[in-house]
């Protein structure tokens, strides 16, 4: 219980400075601290507190047999690397915490006004699911954050760079491509209102997109889609499209649809944001014939929530009463993902 109540104590430490110093940049020095407590925390942690501490363990005790199919070339590379040093697979672990971690962290200064409120949505999230557990998304999702300024500048070159980047980090990072053709300026707002209603009809009727993956020329893709249909076939595994967390989602989806206005005026990504966001929450159903393929999806697209959360602070008055809201939503946040989707497993 040791372990929670550490990362409870941080909690409450964000939540304190994300209320009393709502619209106070906050000194490097501040992002610096809590950068590193989270590395050591991420980095040093021990096995068995997450679910996936073992197999990357057993990936890199069996560097020799690694292939690109099975994993990507960066953590071929970073494994070479940890044991042509030391060879502790304890590197490996922070190498991957400080990467994730201080990726976040950029584009949290470079996209969000509310920095310290995103921070703290951050930890009690995708800290959680990805530097915590799930290392190589973790990184890529940082570096796709960081793609979504060039994404908004209309910066080809540079965010056709970085999705390449995350791809090798992740390769189902593939699907940060097709956001190129989302505009950033402008959103219709019953359209996409609509697009949310829509998938969850196509769901009831039984009708999914995860067919239109099995066009998609990539050999891992391919695999992996065929790998998780056999094991569905035998688990006869169900996701639940209407979970705790779905329904905050949505509740914000349009929440924010009937907003944007307001919101666009305090943060000029805005738009671009809440159309990711919905992505998600619609990716989340659309592909919930797979649920390892929808839940991957959506989570990856979902990271734009460190940013989309702290929007309250716009639309409830006052400002510190919007602040106290985002501590509310981070408080369930971080209490479902601990007791109830058991991201960790302290003893």
């Not at 409450?12 to 989270?38: E, H, N, S």
């Not at 094991?231 to 509740?251: G, H, P, S, T």
């Amino acid at each position: 219980m040791s372990d929670y109540i550490i990362l409870y104590f941080v909690f409450i430490c964000l939540a304190t400075v994300g209320v009393f110093f709502i619209d106070k940049k906050q000194p490097i020095f501040f992002y610096f601290v809590i950068g590193i407590i989270l590395i050591l925390i991420a980095g040093f942690r021990g096995e068995g507190v997450d679910r996936d501490y073992e197999n990357y363990s057993l990936l890199y005790k069996g560097f020799d047999t690694l292939t690109l199919l099975l994993t990507e070339p960066t953590f071929v590379f970073i494994s070479w690397l940890i044991k042509s040093s030391n060879d502790n697979v304890v590197g490996l672990f922070i190498i991957y915490a400080f990467l994730g971690v201080t990726l976040k962290f950029f584009a949290i200064r470079l996209l969000s006004y509310q920095s310290t409120l995103s921070v703290l949505i951050y930890f009690s999230t995708f800290f959680l699911l990805h530097e915590m557990t799930q290392i190589r998304a973790g990184v890529a999702s940082g570096i796709f954050l960081l793609s979504i300024q060039p994404l908004f500048d209309r910066k080809l070159a540079y965010f056709f760079a970085l999705a390449v980047l995350a791809i090798l980090f992740h390769y189902s990072s593939f699907i940060i491509l097709p956001l190129y053709f989302l505009s950033p300026s402008n959103i219709k707002v019953k359209l996409w209102g609509a697009a949310i209603l829509a998938v969850y009809f196509l769901h009831f009727c039984n009708i999914h997109f995860t067919s239109l993956l099995e066009f998609l020329p990539l050999q891992n893709v391919q695999y992996k889609l065929e790998a998780n249909k056999e094991v569905m076939a035998i688990n006869e595994d169900k996701i639940n499209v209407f979970n705790i967390l779905q329904i905050m989602r949505l509740i914000f989806c349009f929440l924010f649809l009937s907003f944007i206005d307001l919101i666009q005026k305090a943060n000029k990504y805005s738009i671009l944001l809440l159309k990711i966001y919905i992505l998600s929450v619609c990716s989340m159903v659309a592909f919930a014939d797979v649920p390892t393929f929808s839940v991957r999806i959506s989570e990856f697209f979902g990271v734009v929530e460190l940013i989309i959360i702290p929007f309250l602070v716009y639309i409830v008055l006052p400002k510190r009463a919007g602040a106290i809201a985002v501590v509310i939503v981070a408080l369930i946040l971080i209490t479902t993902n601990l007791f109830y989707t058991k991201l960790l497993s302290f003893v």
